[in-house]
């Protein structure tokens, strides 16, 4: 089993920044793609941003050019960098991780909140 620990949401003015980090602990061999999800009050959940195990990367057109995925194997972290923050980016931001090419996210974290301000 993964437990994913998210960190570093908060409240933030339209036009700033914040950086989300993901810790990955226990049976991590299980997963090596990692993505990060949000959902906002009354929409679906939608997939923000992936990276594989290989770097590779993948986003939303929302946040393609503002929003950067990274990781740290060494410390088992994937990070989201979000710049140019804006009102609608505000929602519940996951963490999630599963296999490379595997078609469902299996382990998740418990979330962290993202309030963006006008």
């Known amino acids: 089993q993964v437990q994913l620990v998210e960190s570093g949401g908060g409240l933030v003015q339209a036009g700033g920044s914040l950086r989300l980090s993901c810790a990955a602990s226990?049976?991590?061999?299980?997963?090596?793609?990692m993505g990060w999800y949000r959902q906002a009050p009354g929409n679906q959940r939608e997939l923000v941003a992936t990276?594989?195990?290989?770097?590779?990367?993948n986003y939303e057109d929302s946040v393609k050019g503002r929003f950067t995925i990274s990781r740290d194997n060494a410390k088992n972290t994937v990070y989201l960098q979000m710049n140019s923050l804006k009102p609608e980016d505000t929602a519940i931001y996951y963490c999630?991780?599963?296999?490379?090419?595997?078609?469902?996210?299996?382990?998740w974290g418990q979330g962290t909140q993202v309030t963006v301000s006008s």
């Open positions: 999630a991780g599963r296999l490379d090419g595997a078609e469902r996210f299996i382990s």
């Open positions: 990276i594989t195990s290989g770097r590779s990367t």
């Open positions: 226990g049976s991590i061999f299980s997963i090596n793609t």
